[in-house]
Structure formats: structure tokens, C-alpha cells
């Protein structure tokens, strides 16, 4: 019952701060994300917090009038490092030049808030090491799930379970987009315009879309809820472009919807992780996530399932997220904790379980038998199959539910089936996960 | 934008512990969770954690095999409290005399892990302040909701908002039997003998039925939440003992069901706060909560709704969470930190909004008018009526539906219908609550 040499007690280092003296937080990025916080800070209701410094690039076209006098807006960054704020609070977002800033103000002994998932992905351990040494903070709860405390909750929160399974929404902009397809009937297309006019999606939505945005953010929850080190680009993506209309009425008729699922589970020695357009009961806590809500379900060992939902998206709630991280720092001198070290694991999406396909033959009645066998010579099952052809589909589409089985095989099996020439358009396939 | 006198930074005032040790524990209370505790920490998923001693009262009845043989068992406390413990982990629940030993433990500098809400609801505030004073940690996680981290999830987890409302359900077994009669139809009496047998509820259920475990955890998330000092002796409770399967068909004709709700409010200065059978949304996080499960819903100014929920009952989840806290304990010498300084507020219960209202008219035709017109002359409006008798019941009843009111004005209106001889039982008042 010894400690075991991976653990360590975190260190208290930090260079007393006197009592009763506010925070200096200088804020890098002036986007909705920092103008969220701005007004926070200026709402009177953290005078512990203090907003000294707005770096932005060409800060002229950033400044309002409703930021108090006392902050200084500056588009020099050696100035914000030159001054004695306590606290960089990086919101530029993407990898450089954050990366860079981030390293000089913890190298200045200055602890660095974040809302960055690219960059805590990429680089969180050695960033998280370097404040630790440096006997500073680093916090990112606004990295994942925005308002939603999923960190918190994972870590310290349900650290005293073994977490075995985690399985989130942890996109807005995809979960707004399926939730308008799934309540409105409309086109992927006309859903991801949309979401761009409310300002929900970039310009380039591809990060989202396409599943990397939730795949950084699976890669901290890995860390955080299974000590596990995983290159995020070893995490297997798919991306929600071929999702469409029928795909919602056949989920509808099996009590489902779809949902962008990011998850990742522990079997024997290997992560299972993946982030797909994923079928889910229409009732579950993933099934209920509406417009740019957040979901994260965590299964543990003695714990069960626990659900965190709210407001994942969107200034406000991101800023709540941040100014928590900010209030952490303010109030307690402990040095970065690392937590247990990490440890390097292979990833795979070999998941078992079942999937929903859709897909449309060549040739109606021989090509879905012929599909059958190849996929029964697989080793694949199916349970049951749907066929609902909508007035307007060009092509009359079938979806077929299989029995659980190793998506590997089933990928495989698809392969034949797509190279023997028995389907009109690639097959669109999608787990099927359940959750209480 | 200096601090307030009311923030201060908390100290890190521990003797250091030499890194690497485990951190060693005594448990007192060998009961559900108490042994679950025990099975995880022997799991040997947390080296950093020892089970040193476990005090229980006539221990020998207690003694299991699986337990290591290098724990100490005692019923002697003063052997606990001259131990080399570093945490006294106190499961034995109630006010005394949990009080006196978590005190005590405090004043020789051992830090504490409790899961006792009644405790931490009385004494919460001194015995934090004693904690600090001492220089060592004071953490009770598992108090409210069990394996669901709804503490660390409102602070720090959500610190950065300004949180509007609480709205919970926090007792497992109300659950368990609100749920049960929900879902198979059988009566509160069967439903709780049942919750009995499966050992949810205690022989005398009163504390939970009643709403005063409920209420003990409202108090203590009123504290973290709002920072606001309420007596929990003032936060109204009504039983969930008058609520009868009739009440469940009424509901789920409008769309509903009912759950033991306990929620707080601040509106213009007072802190709305009560405990009672509430009539929720079938869909919503708390309509959803099955079987012994408990989920909050906090509504923050910038972040909207988070909800919380899982396993808020039974051994192992309640563990997971004494677990967390051990943890955070062994990983951390910061000495506890009572946050800002609670400020005392009065308590109402005087909520506006809809009711629902059962009632049992003395003579059918003329008691109802008559209803109506002492309601409407009371200035409450009914937004709606339901009349569907069981061919079983003795006496048919009538459930009401009343528009927003003010919650004194419509139990005044009841009272004087009460007295006027129009109704043949007491008239059965629920509050309906809408979450998203």
C-alpha cells in the first residue's frame, strides 16, 4: 500500500501575493469570448478579479466605449509581458502565435488561463510541466464543453471512481446544425448557413464539421478522466457532411436521432476513441442535447453513468468558464497539479457495437441481396432493415440496422460491397451507442 | 475595482507532508459506504490513499475478511484521535456525535472527510472556519447528491456566474417512490416498502418523505451557490406523504409528472427556498430522473441552465465521492477555503408560479362553483380543470390548474375554501416547475 513513484503532492511555490490585493489578468483577444469576460469582470460581482490589459492585433477597431478607462489596450504583446498582471488570459485561439505567448508569460512566472483546446490538445502536459516548475497555474476549463464544468466535474469531481467510458456532444455548432435537421426537416446545407448567420459557425465551419474541434476536446477529457496520453490525430474522426434528411426518418422510426458523439472507452489495455455522426436513443441525455447544447456522459466503475449538460457554445457561457479559471487562480497560490502522470496509450476505433448503414443499391432487388451475403460472409448480422423511400429521394435509399459487431469487420464488409459494384452511392455508416 | 474586505486569499498553512507518503486514514462508521469506501480504496487504484484504522461502535459485529490485516479495527475513539491519521473520514452521520468528533479531529490539526449533510448543514460555517484556522481541510462532497459532483460542479465550477435559481432533486428515495409510482402505478405506501426492502430507505423514512434530508442539502448549495447563510429550519418542506396515483394521471394528462423538487430563488433580495412534491415536465432533466437518481439544474445570469445528474444514492456512488475528496485532500496542503463571507438572508417560500391543486369537493356540483369563486375572488385564475374519476376512488376528485400566483396568495384562498365546508379532505397543492 505504498504510494506508487508516479505520484507526487503538488507544490506550493508561488511567491506570496498579499491578502486582500485583486488579481491582474491581462487578456490576450478581443473576440465574443473576451468580450464576454470583459463584461463580467466590469459587473462588480468579482472584485477580486481585475481586467488591466487588452491585447489585440490593430486594437483601434476593437476598443469600446463600456471597458473602464483603467484598462489598457495595447496591440504590443512585449508590453503586456513587461507589465505586472498575474494573469494572461489567452483567447486568440489556434495554435501560434499562442503556443509562443503562453510559454513566455509561464517562463515570466505568470499563470495563464486559456479557453485554447487546439492548443492544451497539442500541448497541454509539457505546458502544465513548465507551470508547474515555474510554480504557476495553468487552467483551461473553458477548453471543453464551454459553460458546461466538465473538467471540474471529471477532475477533481468523479476522481475517486475509475472511469471506464466517456461519451459527449461537445460541439455546438454540429449539435445546432442536427438538431435544426432533426426538428425542421432542413438540409445539412441550409442548417450550417444558418448556424453561420447566428454566428455559431466559422466562416470555414471545417473544424467543426468534420469532427477535429470535439476531437482536441475528447483528447483533454482522455487525459483528465483516464490519465491517458493520446495523440489526438491517432483519434478517428467522421465527418457529419453525408448525414441527410432520411437519415433522421429511419432513426426516428427506431425511437433515435443523431447526434456528433465524440467518445472513448477503456477495454483491455487499449483506448477505443472516435468522434462520428452517431445514432442515440431520442430520449437519452445525448438525444435531448438541443441547439448548441453540450452533453457529457461518464461511466465509472462504482459511480454508474453521470450526465453534465448545459450551454456549450457562445460567449457568455464560455466567459463563465473562464472567469471560474480566473477565480481559481486568484484564490489559491497551489502551483499547476499535474495530477497522476500520464501514460502513452495506442488508439484504435475498433468499437463493438452496433451501427446503423444506409445505403443505396445499384439495382434495387438483387443488389440488396447480394449485399446480404457479402455482409453475412463478413460475419456481420443484420437486425433489421428499413425501406421508406421519400418521393423526393433520386435514389431510393434502405437503412439497415446490424447486430453489434467489430467496426473493422463491418467497414470491410462495406468495402466489398462498394467494390463489388452493388451500390449507387458510398455507404454511409454510423454507430449506434446507448446510454441511459 | 479593489477587493473587497469580504475576499480574502486563502492560506496554505499545512505542516508539510514529505512527498510520496501515503496520506492515512481513519474511518469512522462501517456502514453501506463506509464499505464501499473500503472496497475502493483497496482496489489499489489510489496508492496515495491508506486505510488505516476503522472505528465503528461494538466493532467486532463489523469485521469482514477482505479488509487488509494491516487495518486497525477499534470502538475505542480516543485510539482514532491519538492515531498518526491524517484525515478522519467520519461516515457515522447525524449531529452528534459526529459534531464533537469532527471537531475534535480539526483541533489536532487532522483534516476531514465527511458525507454528513445534517452536520454540514448546522455547522458548516464554523467548522470550515475552524478548518482554516487549524491550517487543514475540511470537505464534504458526498453530502449533497452523492456520486454527483453538483459541489465542485457550482464551485468552482461555475463561480464565474452569478447563479439566478437551484432547482434539484436531492433525495434518492423520494425518487425512488415518486418515480416507482410513476412508472408502475402503485401506491406511495408500496412504493416505499419496496424502497425498504431494496434498503433506499431507512426503517423510519420521515427525514426523506418529509423533506428534511432534502432541505439539509438545499441548505448547504444555497451556501456554495449564493453564498447566502440560510437556516435550514426556515426553508419550508412539504411531504411528499399526500401525493396518491389520481395525482400522477392528472399530471401526465398535462404532459407531467411529479418529483420531491427542492429549490431556491433570489428575487429582490430574499432567498425563495422550499422543499415539496412538484409538478415538472415528463421530458425535462428532472422529470427524467429515474429510479434513486438525483440531478440539479442551476440557472446562471451569463451561462443559462446546467444540469447535474446520476447516482445520488446507495454505497458505491456515495463513495466515489468520499473518495474524490480523500484525494483532493492527500493532493493538496491548501488549507480549506470557505470562500467569500456568507451573508445571512430571511427565508420565504412565497414563489410565484403555476399550481396544480387537487381537490375533493364536499357535493359535487355546488362546491365547485363555489371553489371558483372564493379562488377567483382571492385573485388566483385558474388556467384550467381536470376531472377524469377513477371508478376505485371513494370520493372523485378535481385537479386545478392555476395560473402564476403568488404561492401565500393561493394557500389563503385554500384555507378559507377549507373553511368554508367546500371540500370532503384537505386540498393537495403542488407547485409546477418548468426547466428547459
Known amino acids: 500500500m505504498n504510494a506508487s513513484p508516479a505520484f507526487e503532492f503538488s507544490r506550493s511555490s508561488l511567491q506570496p501575493v498579499p491578502a486582500q490585493r485583486a488579481c491582474r489578468i491581462a487578456l490576450l483577444g478581443f473576440g465574443t469570448v473576451g468580450r464576454s469576460v470583459a463584461t463580467?469582470?466590469?459587473?462588480?460581482?468579482?472584485?477580486?478579479?481585475?481586467?488591466?490589459?487588452?491585447?489585440?492585433?490593430?486594437?483601434?477597431?476593437?476598443?469600446?466605449?463600456?471597458?473602464?478607462?483603467?484598462?489598457?489596450?495595447?496591440?504590443?504583446?512585449?508590453?503586456?509581458?513587461?507589465?505586472?498582471?498575474d494573469v494572461v488570459l489567452e483567447l486568440a485561439g489556434g495554435l501560434e502565435p499562442a503556443y509562443s505567448w503562453v510559454k513566455r508569460a509561464l517562463l515570466l512566472g505568470k499563470s495563464v488561463v486559456t479557453a485554447n483546446k487546439k492548443l492544451i490538445a497539442a500541448h497541454g502536459p509539457e505546458l502544465l510541466d513548465l507551470a508547474r516548475q515555474q510554480g504557476c497555474r495553468l487552467e483551461f476549463g473553458a477548453a471543453v464543453a464551454g459553460g458546461v464544468p466538465v473538467l471540474c466535474g471529471v477532475s477533481p469531481g468523479l476522481s475517486g471512481d475509475r472511469l471506464l467510458k466517456l461519451c459527449g456532444i461537445l460541439n455546438g455548432t454540429c449539435n445546432y446544425i442536427l438538431h435544426a435537421m432533426e426538428s425542421r426537416g432542413v438540409t445539412l446545407d441550409a442548417a450550417l448557413r444558418e448556424?453561420?448567420?447566428?454566428?455559431?459557425?466559422?466562416?470555414?465551419?471545417?473544424?467543426?464539421?468534420?469532427?477535429?474541434?470535439?476531437?482536441?476536446?475528447?483528447?483533454?477529457?482522455?487525459?483528465?478522466?483516464?490519465?491517458?496520453?493520446?495523440?489526438?490525430?491517432?483519434?478517428?474522426?467522421?465527418?457529419?457532411w453525408p448525414v441527410q434528411p432520411a437519415d433522421f426518418r429511419y432513426a426516428r422510426e427506431l425511437g433515435c436521432t443523431i447526434r456528433q458523439v465524440a467518445r472513448a472507452e477503456l477495454k483491455a489495455g487499449t483506448l477505443l476513441a472516435e468522434v462520428a455522426p452517431t445514432v442515440v436513443s431520442a430520449g437519452s441525455p445525448l438525444g435531448s442535447a438541443r441547439n448548441n447544447q453540450n452533453v457529457l456522459v461518464t461511466t465509472g466503475k462504482y459511480g454508474g453513468e453521470t450526465v453534465f449538460a448545459g450551454a456549450g457554445a457562445g460567449g457568455a457561457p464560455t466567459a463563465v468558464a473562464v472567469v471560474?479559471?480566473?477565480?481559481?487562480?486568484?484564490?489559491?497560490?497551489?502551483?499547476?497539479?499535474?495530477?497522476?502522470?500520464?501514460?502513452?496509450?495506442?488508439?484504435?476505433?475498433?468499437?463493438?457495437?452496433?451501427?446503423?448503414?444506409?445505403?443505396?443499391?445499384?439495382?434495387?432487388?438483387?443488389?440488396?441481396?447480394?449485399?446480404?451475403?457479402?455482409?453475412?460472409?463478413?460475419?456481420?448480422?443484420?437486425?433489421?432493415?428499413?425501406?421508406?423511400?421519400?418521393?423526393?429521394?433520386?435514389?431510393?435509399?434502405?437503412?439497415?440496422?446490424?447486430?453489434?459487431?467489430?467496426?473493422?469487420?463491418l467497414e470491410k464488409a462495406l468495402t466489398q460491397v462498394q467494390e463489388a459494384g452493388l451500390l449507387a452511392e458510398p455507404a454511409v455508416r454510423m454507430p449506434m451507442v446507448t446510454t441511459s
Open 195 to 240: 448556424a453561420q448567420q447566428r454566428g455559431y459557425a466559422e466562416a470555414d465551419p471545417s473544424d467543426d464539421v468534420d469532427g477535429l474541434d470535439a476531437r482536441a476536446k475528447l483528447a483533454i477529457l482522455v487525459r483528465t478522466g483516464f490519465h491517458l496520453q493520446a495523440d489526438p490525430q491517432q483519434i478517428a474522426t467522421q465527418s457529419i
Open 40 to 85: 463580467i469582470l466590469q459587473g462588480g460581482s468579482f472584485p477580486q478579479l481585475r481586467l488591466d490589459m487588452i491585447y489585440n492585433r490593430r486594437v483601434d477597431r476593437k476598443r469600446v466605449p463600456w471597458v473602464s478607462p483603467q484598462v489598457r489596450w495595447t496591440d504590443d504583446l512585449e508590453e503586456v509581458l513587461a507589465s505586472d498582471a
Open 324 to 409: 471560474s479559471d480566473l477565480l481559481a487562480v486568484a484564490e489559491s497560490r497551489a502551483a499547476a497539479n499535474c495530477g497522476p502522470a500520464l501514460v502513452a496509450v495506442p488508439v484504435s476505433n475498433d468499437f463493438r457495437c452496433r451501427h446503423y448503414v444506409r445505403v443505396t443499391p445499384a439495382q434495387t432487388t438483387d443488389a440488396v441481396a447480394a449485399l446480404r451475403r457479402t455482409l453475412t460472409s463478413g460475419g456481420i448480422s443484420l437486425r433489421g432493415l428499413l425501406h421508406h423511400p421519400d418521393p423526393h429521394d433520386r435514389r431510393p435509399s434502405l437503412a439497415l440496422v446490424v447486430e453489434e459487431c467489430s467496426t473493422h469487420a
